[in-house]
């Protein structure tokens, strides 16, 4: 009976994010898938994010570097800057790997620091990344500079070209469309990879370090290495949407990836409730979406309120986001759908008969 | 699993362990050995220097000079906890140190990694060894869990649990990892009567499944009705080292402890009750 | 060798603009353990309101030097309110929260006082007016202007006094203590909860000041400006050991030598391949090589691990 | 409502608390009058440090009643409570180590104002505690557990207490020391502070005071003359189980 209630949900939810771009489309215009295919780059980056801080504990604040390196990755392998032009499915893991190599860079010198110094470098290590990218153009011109790396090759899953309108089942599937597709399923595997790590022997033993690092130790954890995992897996998870992102935009500059994006990144893993993976599509989904809300949303509602607009819409938005912000972090500090506290409080009689039918069979 | 020792083999020894901060030294020149096999204490009044030589053993402190053998290995002043806790020495904390956000279930697996294996290719894969292995856990976990006696469900978040549950989820966790050894740090501080004698019937069932018990307390009464050997800090410093009938009649630790003279001491000692005399009895010579 | 007077000169002006932002962080953070993000636009609404102000005064034909006075004095009083007011909004109710959560109300005051000063003072960028005589003097071959001078002379007295505040008053004591253990302090009969709110208005007195300086010095100020000075001053007070306030002040002063020597010389140390661009790297490098070493700063105690 | 005696300075009535799960005081009743020495004596973890940061606002009780000098203190902030007089000296001496020795005695007044009587008042202390004269320049954290407990007491003589709350002072000193700490007791008890000692070392506490209290399991198990507890079974018992 449950099983079969679990199917059900299952098949909704599939048909609803199959549906999704097409609703979107017609309901609110063409515009919103694109902001749809960024829900989904986010994700994955809040997702990789919440490993290091919202499992194992460790506050980086200069996440998006993987990002960028994911990125940059993809630009100089798939674009003319280098004359390079090697297919997606090797430049894609290549980032990936490169990423989850920075994160190891990173992370084997830093371990040692508290919090709140480890918090310092992790941003340091993300501005010299990003200077880098702004000035690695002389004397040997490598990333184009703050000018950036553009025509970069559209995705092509072998001679399917994810850059031009297709015709497909008697749809007509725009880029936008085709790369919410490849995006969700790449979301879908990092949610799938977040899941198995979470309950896995390496997801307990990073939940350990954050809740105490001492008693961690004592129990025979090698803090330094786990550490060093968790680092390696959020940066794989960055680089992996740093290269969709490269190939998805067709162009990458260093402005994308400043202080202000790992800081919007981290908004939505601790908004949307650190270490639980529907807090933080929850923060990603609001964050992503209220901005643009606000954004297409305030003019009008100034008009509309006061006859005329007095702010611009786009200030209007940066001031209620932050607003946003402290509210909530006010009236809920754990975030909004924190993990397990309340969860496993409202289902723990549940649990009891669940358990004692384990312990049976 | 045990090696073939013999029942009275030393499993721990320290010899000549210092240890002082900024100046003030906190331990000098502490030997003890504890054998397989017994429940050790270690008293002293409040400051002696227990809990420091406690985080010298796990690991959390570097000690000065001197060193200990643990398990026929020679270890230095200083090694890494983890090291440590893979060599068999399982602790629990003073202040109780839960992984408070997970629940008691998932405590005692994390105490289960030292002895597990997979990483994050069994995790993403859920291949049959790790389903195994994670079965194994899952199931050592739940008796580990009853075996101390919490009998909530074990899905509860380790803060929500009672103080006293608390306590035995730290020995339950420090269990599960195969120690040869589990040094409890003052494991009946803030329980009531009832608490601490289940807790003291819990130490002497462990100690019967082959664990040696070290447990610090400053609970006298506890530690002379428990161990079979006692040793006793004071100022840093060993003043004694015996079993609990001679520790109550040793003039320095009575001084030292109680700040009542010998001569008052004895006389009101026959008014003591006697009662748990043959409880220990049945512990020195089996 | 003038050149590199000149940028030991540089250095030390935009350090002492660094070590009294970074004694707004290291205040706070001594007190309450907590990273105020927030401190860097305090910077910035110093030095908009400052520059309003003096406007606003020489419009109404004050002289200059009183017009700056002025300024400074109002900047100083609005920013005092405004460190206040965000200690009570944003922190107080969250002192028992999880660790990240005053992280990101901090990232919420700070995106809300620079989008309000985006609003109130525009865009672009405004033109500093220059209040003080533009004499300057060569020293050691390199250029030091009367307005470097008077920078240096200003964060030398304010820094002097927030040292004798700290060491020698009864404040002061109590701010030491509330530091150290804020129940004992207690116990002693401070209102904890005062003293933490005159940490803030110090620290944002400073910053007032810090902002007005280093507008006067380029002539410039910015709604944007505070983002990269609070990065700048935060990196310094780690630097330097973050909770310790001699470790601001060297910390300060030692990341404005090293940016201003790293800008001059950077290019010559590698050999032409890296340009003044990677000042910023140079500085953040030498930061993650001393925290490497000294995992608590230059200065900071080491804080043993308790069980 | 009952009515506090007039003599009686602190007046404690049915105090409970609990925190983490524990119940760490299960109804406590106490006096203290004027000018008494009280020791309270228990075991570890029998609920004395609670109590004692119930008395000094540290801590919420969860119910019961506080009189002092006749009036309620329930919900008074820990720092208004030093204006009235009442002091608590924590366990485990609680100085500022990073203060020097005369700024710790400066922080103990810091609710006073009266300058001239604080100089007069920092002067008794050293002379009560001439080691601390000698090291009065010293950063606190150097001293050694003595000298630090001398420290803590002279800081809270420096308030002008009326009722004197100590937490443990023996805690850790060489018998040498815990003899002078004892003596000093002694001697601000003689000078009209009333004090509650809160001590594990029972025989000392009880030969110092007048009355004593003996508290197990948050609970008050018997109450007496020094004298007569000194000799009674209960206390022994409190400590070496029955």
Known sequence: MRQRDTWLVLVVLAIGLLALPFMTDALLGRGWVRILDFTLLYIMLALGLNIVVGYAGLLDLGYIAFFAVGAYCYALLGSPQLGLHFPFWVILPLSALLACLFGVLLGAPTLRLRGDYLAIVTLGFGEIIRIFLNNLNSPINITNGPQGIGMIDPIHLGSFSLGSTHELFGLTLPPVHLHYYLFLFFTLLVIFVSLRLEGSRIGRA????????????????????????????????????????????????????????????????????????????????????????????????????????????????????????????????????????HRSELTAKDNLTKSSRDDRT | MMTSAKPHAPLLELSDIGKSFGGLSALSDISLHIRRGEIYGLIGPNGAGKTTLFNILTGLYRADGGRFTFDNTEYGGHCKSHTLARAGIARTFQNIRLFSNMTALENVMVGRHLRTRSGIWGALTRNAAT????????????????????????????????????????????????????????????????????????????????????????????????????????????????????????????SAYFGIEPAAYEQNSTKLPTARLPDQANHDHP | MDTFFQQIINGLVQGSVYAMVALGYTMVYGILGLINFAHGEVVMVGAMVALSVIQLSISYGLPPILALLIGLMVSIAACMALGYSIERVAYRPLRKAPRLAPLITAIGVSMVLQTLAMIIWGREYHAFPSLLPNGSHILFGAIITEVQILIILVALAMMGGLLLLVHRTRLGRAMRAVAEDPSIATLMGVNTNSVISTTFMLGSALAATAGVMISANYGIAHYYMGSVLGLKAFTAAVLGGIGNMYGAMVGGLLLGLIESLGAGYIGDLSGGFLGSHYQDVFSFFVLISVLIFRPSGLLGERVAERS | MTTPELKSLLHVRNLKMSYGGIQALRGVDLDVAHGELIALIGSNGAGKTTLLKVLAGLLQPASGTVHYRGTPLMHHAAHQLVQEGLTLVPEGRGIFARLTVKENLQMGSYCRSDEPSIDRDMQNVYELFPRLFERHKQLAGTLSGGEQQMLALGRALMSRPTLLMLDEPSMGLAPMMVTKIFETIQEISARGVSILLVEQNAKLALEVAQRGYVLENGLITSSDSAAKLLVSPAVRQAYMGS
């Open chain 1, 206 to 341: 990073w939940m350990a370090i954050r809740e105490d690092e001492i008693a961690a130790k004592a129990m025979g954890i090698n803090t330094r290495n786990i550490k060093l995992l968790a680092f390696a897996m959020g940066a794989t998870f960055g680089g992996l949407a740093g290269g969709l992102f490269a190939g998805f935009q067709g162009f990458v500059s260093p402005e994308s990836f400043g202080l202000a994006e790992s800081i919007t990144v981290l908004c939505m893993v601790v908004l949307g409730g650190m270490g639980n993976i529907s807090g933080v599509l929850l923060g990603c989904l609001l964050l992503v979406v209220l901005p643009e809300v606000l954004r297409h949303g305030s003019g009008p509602a100034q008009q509309l309120l006061f006859g005329r607009s007095f702010v611009d819409p786009e200030s209007l938005r940066m001031l209620l986001f932050g607003l946003a912000l402290i509210v909530v972090m006010l009236w809920r500090p754990a975030g909004l759908w924190p993990s397990r506290q």
């Open chain 2, 131 to 254: 389903r195994a292995e994670e079965r194994e856990t899952l199931q050592r976990a739940r008796e580990l869990l009853s075996y101390v006696g919490i009998n909530r469900p074990h899905q509860t978040l380790a803060k929500n649990l009672s103080y006293g549950e608390q306590r035995r989820l730290e020995i339950a966790r420090a269990l599960a990892t195969d120690p040869k050894l589990i040094a409890l740090d003052e494991p009946v501080a803030g329980m009531n009567s009832t608490e601490t004698d289940s807790l003291k019937k819990l130490l002497r069932d462990i100690r019967a499944g082959g664990t040696t018990v070290l447990i610090i307390e400053h609970d006298v009464k506890l530690i002379l009705s428990l161990c079979d050997r006692v040793a006793v800090l004071d100022q840093g410093k060993k003043i004694a080292e015996d079993t609990p009938d001679q520790i109550k009649c040793n003039s320095a630790v009575i």
